[in-house]
């Protein structure tokens, strides 16, 4: 496991920052939605991402469909859709990440925690801290069906978000249960700022090319 943090390490204070951050307002309403305060981005998804939940993302490497997650966590650690600003956790498990590229979209760096790990489930300490209330599982290598289940039931009891991502494009056949919503995102070979969109499960069948500006995509859009 590889840590990669900014001038604090959450990870070894898990319990003094997440009681400090509960203390500080209210937790978050599990039948509401994270916003992007991207217009196009929010409408498409009927107001943003549902706390409370899994959501399931196919994203092929090479293809870009990250970028647009990351007006997400722009907009949770500035606090724009949430009461107060949230922490986030991002594991993943192979690549790079490239943070300044991550500010230049207006991301808090100081409200970011990037771990390097294949099995999500050696963080059980950080997947279930109030501290964190967005939690992103970039392309795990390892995670059952009981995972699933385990982090479906405390994302409902802590009004959590858990970003499941794929690095394969999801099929409409597919089996998982565990996520309330499921979509394809990928960048348009053609123009590298439009993304395309694909609702699988949780919303009326849909698709969009919604565009994003390209500052530093080189580094998020894997």
């Known amino acids: 496991m590889e840590r990669l943090t900014n001038n ?18 209210p937790s978050p309403s599990t039948s509401g939605r994270l916003a992007s305060h991207h217009p196009e981005l929010d409408r ?73 790990s294949g099995s999500p489930m050696e963080l059980r300490p950080a997947l279930l801290s109030p501290l964190f209330k967005v939690i992103v599982l970039d392309a795990p290598t390892q995670l059952s069906g009981d995972d699933l289940t385990f982090l479906a039931h405390h994302a409902r009891l802590q009004g959590k978000l858990f970003i499941l991502i794929r690095n394969y494009l999801l099929t409409q056949d597919g089996h998982s ?3 309330k919503l499921r979509l394809n995102i990928w960048r348009s070979p053609r123009d590298p700022g439009a993304y395309h969109l694909d609702v699988i499960r949780g919303l009326s069948p849909r698709q969009a090319v919604i565009t994003l500006d390209q500052a530093g995509g080189q580094h998020v859009a894997r």
């Open 8 to 25: 604090l390490d959450p990870l070894s204070h898990l319990d003094d920052l997440g009681g400090k951050l509960c203390r500080r307002g």
């Open 44 to 116: 498409f998804l009927v107001g943003g991402l549902p706390l409370g939940t899994i959501v399931e993302i196919g994203s092929p490497i090479g293809r870009g469909g990250r970028r647009p997650l990351i007006e997400f966590i722009a907009a949770a650690t500035q606090g724009r859709s949430t009461a107060v600003p949230y922490w986030v956790l991002w594991i993943y498990g192979k690549g790079q990440v490239y943070p300044p590229a991550w500010r230049a979209h207006g991301v808090d760096l100081s409200r970011v925690c990037f771990v390097r």
């Open 177 to 179: 249960i565990w996520p």
